[in-house]
DNA sequence: CGACTGCCTTGACTTAAGTCAAAAAACCGT
DNA sequence: ACGGTTTTTTGACTTAAGTCAAGGCAGTCG
């Protein structure tokens, strides 16, 4: 387990801020370990902080009225979640639980807004922080709206390599029905269209480990959105 | 034409600020008048600055490969647009367009950014905003992937009607193709199931107004998503 | 008044993707 | 290695929604 501090002073969130804001932070935060499969917050549940993942994997998802589910991010570690709703409003409005065992530091609201409002730096880090999840979920507005699902799955593949920092294989981190559910699907259509993408010689899967044997048409396929 | 000033203390971005800052916003902020149709920026253009709508409305948009466009939001006066990429990077993430004759106040990236460190107040406010924003993007996200078009509309007019403050009949501000571009659809589907709604007795359509005829039926289409 | 233009609607057709059901494969603890 | 989950894949079928093409219905302007 790392110090607190390691993980506070790692996270985007307070990137280059001053050793001694760095402390304040630290003092305010509250350790929470918990199980896989554990809820950490519902949708609608009052909101009195927000979290950093120190360690493990979480994910943040709607369910639908019939129940069906689908995740809106999956955040690991030095990723915070639940800080919109601490400047917004009083309800989550998602929830989250934990993939993994996993290790979070709760940020009560009263505290951490106090600290921003004296800290004009840190205030610019959270805005920069909110800013790129907006750009995100830009994306995510896009892909969903002008891109079928092949388009969304070459979309993520690439973002998966660029992550990963590889150009011939990629790594699945989440299971297929999970991908599925990020990618706004069903893991049938997911594994069909898999299957298609094979056959078409732009990847190989092998369980987990997918080969990316076409980047150029994977791209083109992102940027279409449309298979052929 | 109303005053910069009046303009400035009336958005929510600036909501609450002492007299004194109002006016060292109002220093940089630089008036803009566009006619309808106006591009302001497009999707990838750089970032040195944001825009304030003091009158008229603006588009902002996305366009896919085959030109098919996208509405991700239509802000009228009062609303922020464009503050994203002040704090998140370089590039705008989607296009603007004005809908009407309008009135724009821009402010420069540097000197706003100035002002933001200097002040924690405005810095809370900023971080509201953002955050409201993320919420409406996670709505949005739910509705694109786990409603249908019909599912979508309901939320639509129930939103509408909420906006108007009436409960009977709402009135289009927006053309229906716009409508349906902002729904993540098409004309001539949008136009199918609001006849399709009509014959069911949930709404009845005479032009650009609709008459709201079973608001409990509108509030089980917009939760359960499906039409029946 | 009529022709023009932009917007909306309708119809016939195609297709992507969802549902339901069942088989196959991978995973896990004992 | 074994039984029992849980995931993933496959197949047959249905359906929502997109495409293409043709009409209709305003408004507006000469």
Chains 1, 2 share one sequence.
Do not use: W
Not at 136 to 162: C, D, H, M, W
């Amino acid at each position: 387990m790392k110090k607190i501090l390691q993980i506070i002073s790692d996270a985007p969130l307070f990137n280059g801020l001053p050793e001694e804001q760095l402390n304040s932070i630290r003092k305010i935060a509250v350790d929470q370990f918990c199980d896989k499969g554990k809820t950490i917050f519902l949708e609608g549940d009052p909101c009195d902080g927000f979290y950093i993942v120190a360690d493990g994997r979480v994910k943040i998802y709607k369910v639908s009225f019939e129940g069906k589910e689908h995740i809106l991010h999956i955040y690991g570690p030095g990723n915070p979640f639940g800080e919109v709703p601490v400047f917004a409003g009083k309800k989550f409005p998602a929830n989250a639980q934990t993939l993994l065992k996993s290790h979070l530091l709760f940020f009560p609201r009263a505290a951490f807004v106090d600290l921003i409002s004296k800290n004009p730096s840190l205030a610019l880090n959270m805005l920069a922080v909110l800013s790129m999840r907006l750009r995100q979920f830009t994306v995510q507005i896009e892909n969903l709206s002008l891109k079928e699902v092949p388009g969304r799955l070459a979309s993520y593949l690439l973002y998966l390599a660029k992550e990963q920092d590889r150009t011939d294989t990629v790594m699945l981190t989440i299971s297929k029905g999970q991908l599925a559910s990020l990618l706004g699907t069903i893991p049938e259509t997911l594994s069909r269209i898999l299957a298609r993408m094979n056959k078409q010689g732009l990847i190989e899967t092998c369980g987990r480990d997918i080969k990316l044997l076409d980047i150029g048409g994977l791209e083109d396929l992102s940027e279409q959105g449309k298979l052929q």
